[in-house]
């Protein structure tokens, strides 16, 4: 963070932490997150919520994340459309089959954890590279749970994009077919190539063109959203990161026209 204290960005406007990696920290890193939550909005993207999985829900974890947000007044606290534990954390975003029965054991969970936040969250359309037993279509898997949970959605771009290429469907209607009243914000990151047919969601290189293209258009159907600029490692220089997050602002001015709202962020976990 001493980067981003010595030199404010000024084309920040809001800024994303894992509660996980921040729940329980005191000294000075506490402090630190202090000072920027009291000067920035924030929102929170969880990482361990596991809200598919099999295994009963965290409820003192959930307890420590109200406390955690209400603390820091966090703006939306957002999680993954997937699960990450069963008898134990394993440590990677496990994709939930889609069928009706996991909407029913999703959504429930969804609507325990808004009860006990006293407040809304919202889910993340996961990138997945795999999908047992799959019974219906993902749009119509996400769609039902967003439905059934009466909960909002972390619309990510790029994870869309992935998506549609390694399980070869239209990005763009994918895109239209999720619920804009119930998008919080949106998501944009680069990935890896592994081949052709096959792209790795790492958060971990610059934004490519054609999810840089998929971004404008789903500002041109949902409105100016806010949108969070995702890197996890290979961070580089500040310069250049906010260089980046600068290209969501200029595509935002392009398209004001179809919203009120607007927002640019990197990505501090």
Avoid at 44 to 58: E, T, V, Y
Avoid at 103 to 114: F, K, L
Avoid at 212 to 229: C, K, N, Q, R
Wanted: with cysteine; proline share 7%; hydrophobic share 40%.
């Amino acid at each position: 963070m001493g980067p981003l204290r010595d030199n404010p960005p000024h084309n920040i406007d809001f800024f994303e932490v894992a509660p996980e990696n921040w729940i329980g920290i005191g000294g000075k890193m506490g402090k630190d997150l202090r000072y920027f939550t009291e000067r920035y909005p924030f929102v929170c993207h969880g990482l361990s919520l596991s809200i598919g999985s099999p295994a009963p829900l965290d409820e003192t974890f959930v307890h420590r994340v109200k406390r955690f947000l209400d603390e820091h007044d966090i703006r939306f606290y957002t999680e993954h459309l997937s699960y990450c534990s069963d008898d134990g954390h394993l440590y990677d975003l496990m994709p939930i089959p889609f069928t009706e029965e996991a909407v029913q054991h999703v959504a429930a969970r969804i609507r325990r954890v808004q009860d006990i936040l006293e407040r809304r969250i919202g889910m993340e359309n996961v990138s997945y590279y795999a999908a047992p037993g799959q019974q219906m279509p993902e749009i119509d898997f996400i769609n039902a749970v967003l439905s059934e949970a009466d909960c909002d959605l972390l619309l990510d771009v790029n994870n869309i994009y992935v998506n549609s290429i390694n399980h070869r469907y239209d990005a763009e209607a994918f895109l239209k077919a999720l619920p804009a009243e119930r998008v919080t914000y949106f998501h944009i990151a680069g990935h890896y190539d592994e081949a052709d047919d096959l792209k790795v969601d790492t958060h971990g290189a610059p934004v490519i063109d054609p999810v840089w293209s998929l971004l404008e258009t789903a500002y041109a159907h949902f409105g100016v959203v806010p949108t969070l600029l995702e890197r996890d490692f290979n961070i580089p220089p500040l310069p250049e990161l906010l260089a980046e997050a600068g290209q969501i602002a200029e595509r935002q001015a392009q398209h004001a026209g179809t919203a009120a709202t607007e927002t640019a962020s990197g990505h501090t976990t």
